[in-house]
Structure formats: C-alpha cells, structure tokens
C-alpha cells in the first residue's frame, strides 16, 4: 500500500525551530516530485514548499523562504521540512504530498502533523 | 504568483442535484490544473489532474473542464459523500497555488 505518514509536529515557542518528517512506504520518493502544503485552522490550502524528483530543484513560497529548507534522504526513503524562526502565522496542519509530474497533480497526501506556534 | 479565484465560496445543494464549481486563473495555464475534495479534518483527495482528466478510483460523476484561464468542476448527481470543500490548484509554475475553496453543503 502507497503511504505517507508525517510526524515531528508540536507546540513551539515564536522564534523556534521543528523538523518535519514524511515517511514513504510502498513509494520510492526519489521517483517523484514532492510538496508540503499547509493549512491553517479554519482556512485553505497553502503549498509550502516542492523538491524535484532528482532533488535538484526546490522552491519554496515566499511565506515560508530563508526561513524553511526541504530535503529528502533516499537511504530511509523519508522527507523533511526543517522549520526555523516560527512565527505564530506558521500554526497548521503540515501535510507531505507527492506528484509523478506537475501533469499530473499531487495524488497521494500523508494524514497531516499539526505545529502550533505559541508561547 | 498565479491567483485562482474559485466561485461561489459556498452554496448548498441536495442530493441528486448537479452542482458546478468555477475557478479563474489570473494568467494562462493551459490545462495545468487539478482539483481536490477535503472532507473535515481529512487530506485532500485529488479528483481531477490536468483540467479534465479523472483521478483513478474517483467516480464518473466528478468531471472537469477548460483550459487557458477558466475551469469548471462538475459533479453530475451530488451523493451524500460529496458533501465537502473543493480546491482548485495549479501546478504550471512556481508558486503552486490554490484556490480559496467551494464548500458544498446540504440543503
């Protein structure tokens, strides 16, 4: 079964820092392009951030730039979104979604972790 | 960045009821275009890739339609299940960016 399955979400003070993670099962995540996307509580979707299948490209949202930086390590077939100088507008459900190409949409979404920015 | 602006927002509608949701494109994206189904504290669930091609496992009443800047998401005989918000979401450029969200209630 195709898997996706986040963690390291919690309650951080402004101004701290969280590492995300996404763990594939049953998918090689170096054949895929990936994304994190968030929502915050009550609102929409907001993409985050994007590493290419060859983790040669990334790009991250202006919200989120110098501030976050998205990796992948092929050896535990996990990704990552180490977060730092959180802010209380970073309070969301964090989810990891992978896309075979930009064609084709992002097709398989992990649960969700939740980080709560908050003294 | 590419704004998409989705309409209505929200409407209601009874099961059995054709329902259209809309969303334009600030700029041309040809048909790099998708659509997901969020139920409440659910992932999305994507059900349209590239304008008008139906996800694998997504039911055929679900249809979607357009390119360039104006899009159209179809749902020929709303169910009970598809109570739930719907997201548009380009994927031409960088940013990726969605829409603000449709929410599909019971009349």
């Known amino acids: 079964e195709v898997q996706l399955v986040e963690s390291g979400g919690g309650l951080v003070q402004p101004g701290g820092s969280l590492r995300l993670s996404c763990a594939a099962s049953g998918l090689t995540l170096s054949n895929y392009e990936m994304s994190w996307v968030r929502q915050a509580p009550g609102k929409g979707l907001e993409w985050v951030s994007y590493i290419s299948s060859g983790a040669t490209t990334i790009y991250y949202a202006d919200s989120v730039k110098g501030r976050c930086t998205i990796s992948r390590d092929i050896a535990t077939n996990s990704l990552y979104l180490q977060m730092n100088s959180l802010r209380a507008e970073d309070t969301a459900v964090y989810y990891c979604?992978?896309?075979?190409?930009?064609?084709?949409?992002?097709?398989?979404w992990g649960q969700g972790t939740t980080v709560t920015v908050s003294s | 960045d590419i704004q998409l602006t989705q309409s209505p927002s929200s409407l209601s509608a009874s099961v059995g009821d054709r329902v259209t949701i809309t969303c334009r494109s600030s700029?041309?994206?040809?048909?790099?275009l998708n659509w997901y189904q969020q139920k409440p504290g659910k992932a999305p669930k994507l059900l349209i890739y590239a304008a008008s091609n139906l996800q694998s496992g997504v039911p055929s009443r679900f249809s979607g339609s357009g390119s360039g800047t104006d899009f159209t998401l179809t749902i020929s005989s709303l169910q009970p299940e598809d109570f739930a918000t719907y997201y548009c979401?380009?994927?031409?450029?960088?940013?990726?960016?969605f829409g603000q969200g449709t929410k599909v209630e019971i009349k």
């Open positions: 700029q041309i994206i040809t048909s790099y």
């Open positions: 979604a992978r896309a075979p190409s930009n064609y084709y949409g992002m097709d398989v």
């Open positions: 979401q380009q994927s031409y450029s960088f940013p990726y960016t």
